[in-house]
């Protein structure tokens, strides 16, 4: 039995020391180096986690702040390459910046800020920041969120500002609300309708020609012998009658798109019937002696 019971105290303290050789993500060889245009600013820090920086850094016009780090486990001492590496700049009075840290596969890594080319992301805040790496794993290793310390832009460099809508106090000379201009909006007219005058005009052009043909039968209808026409010639009429219909109609209330593909429909079978129509009456004039 106590065999079995020093077994089980074996593997447990061989799981925990498997647990624990995991351990966490952290840094070495840590530096953080500032340099300036005339050399008078210039500074290098060493970085050793927990301990921040000794003072806060206060970077001047064309200024550069590297930070440079190895990524390692610290259970083996070993390089790592983090999924997630960034730079916090947390600014107590407004809204906080993250920007991502260069790391290459064998765990080093860097980040260069200069303020004669800043990242764009750093211009519009207040300038005044406090500094926290942050280092995560898609491994069981513990993440790292290290505390560096303080980091002032100079003004010179800041844009000013966005303003909220609603941000009070207002500028100097500027109201805090102010009257839009105004939209205006043209409707569409109405479409012009033709009057009554041009419409009784083009009706009586419409019908003319059917006044014409009315008075001439008149005249000439004693002499004429009539004799019912085939129904080629009904049909031929017919069709006709509905293509005066169909113009009237269009006159009165159609568009042109809705006349075009009735009118030329009703044209088609208008010279098929009037062919048949014609045909069948010069037969008939040749069965009584006519001319052909």
Not at 3 to 19: D, E, K, M, Y
Not at 78 to 83: A, T
Not at 101 to 128: C, D, E, F, R, Y
Request: aromatic fraction near 8%; glycine fraction near 8%.
């Amino acid at each position: 039995m106590f065999t079995s019971l020093r077994g089980l105290a074996v593997l447990c303290i061989v799981a925990a020391s498997s647990v624990i050789a995991k351990g966490s993500i952290g840094i070495k060889q840590g530096k953080v180096a500032v340099t300036s245009s005339d050399g008078l600013n210039d500074a290098t820090y060493t970085l050793k986690e927990p301990t921040p920086l000794p003072s806060a850094i206060s970077l001047t016009e064309g200024s550069i702040f590297k930070l440079s780090f190895s990524v390692i486990d610290t259970a083996s001492g070993e390089g790592l390459y983090p999924q997630q590496a960034h730079l916090l700049f947390e600014d107590p009075k407004g809204s906080d910046v993250t920007l991502p840290i260069t790391v290459k596969p064998n765990g080093k890594a860097q980040i260069t800020i200069n303020t004669a080319k800043p990242p764009s992301a750093l211009l519009p805040t207040h300038g005044n920041f406090h500094l926290t790496l942050l280092l995560s794993s898609l491994s069981a290793l513990e993440p790292l969120s290290y505390p560096l310390g303080d980091l002032s832009l100079p003004p010179s460099i800041l844009k000013s500002l966005p303003r909220h809508r609603h941000d009070l106090p207002p500028r100097q000379g500027e109201p805090a609300f102010k009257p839009e201009q105004e939209i205006y909006h043209t409707f569409k007219e109405d479409p012009k309708t033709v009057g009554w005058t041009l419409s009784i005009i083009g009706t009586i052009v419409t019908l003319a020609p059917w006044t014409v043909l009315a008075g001439l039968l008149g005249k000439i209808s004693p002499s004429l012998n009539f004799q019912s026409p085939p129904t080629s010639s009904y049909i031929f009429l017919t069709v006709l009658g509905a293509i005066e219909a169909l113009i009237f109609v269009y006159w009165l209330r159609l568009k042109l798109y809705h006349l075009l593909p009735a009118f030329l429909g009703l044209s088609l079978i208008a010279t098929y019937t009037g062919i048949i129509a014609l045909r069948e009456l010069r037969v008939r004039r040749l069965k009584v002696g006519g001319a052909p």
